[in-house]
């Protein structure tokens, strides 16, 4: 478990008073729990397809961190969402995120 990952900061970031080291430490073990099941049925040579939400895969951290520390050689690929006003041309802070980005116009309804 690394605090120090970004991911993890603008979790208490975020939250504001209401985030506590106990709510990051929840996050990092969901992370590790999927890592590992992941790895548990992934098959070598077969396609292995894994949804999670954003916080647990942005930037490679969350779950690529757990995946990476236990399988060092596994080659894997994220997919985000983001929202822009300008869906022409991906905004800076969001360039790193995944390998693959969907950017959908901010005017979308959201149904969260």
């Known amino acids: 478990f690394d605090a120090e990952l970004p991911t993890y900061e603008s979790i208490l970031e975020m ?7 106990s709510l990051v430490k929840a ?14 049925n992934y098959k070598t040579g077969k396609l292995f397809i894994h949804y999670n939400g954003a916080f647990h ?4 951290e969350g779950i690529g961190w757990y995946l990476k520390r236990q399988s060092p050689t596994l080659n894997y690929s994220t997919i985000s969402t983001v929202t822009q006003a300008d869906i022409t041309k991906l905004n ?3 360039i790193g995120k995944a390998d ?3 950017v959908i116009d901010e005017d ?4 969260y």
């Open 92 to 94: 800076a802070e969001h």
């Open 100 to 102: 693959f980005i969907l």
């Open 15 to 21: 939250m504001g008073e209401h985030g506590t080291p």
């Open 108 to 111: 979308v309804t959201t149904t």
């Open 57 to 60: 895969s942005d930037y490679y």
């Open 27 to 40: 996050q990092a073990s969901k992370d590790a729990t999927m890592a590992h099941f992941i790895l548990k």
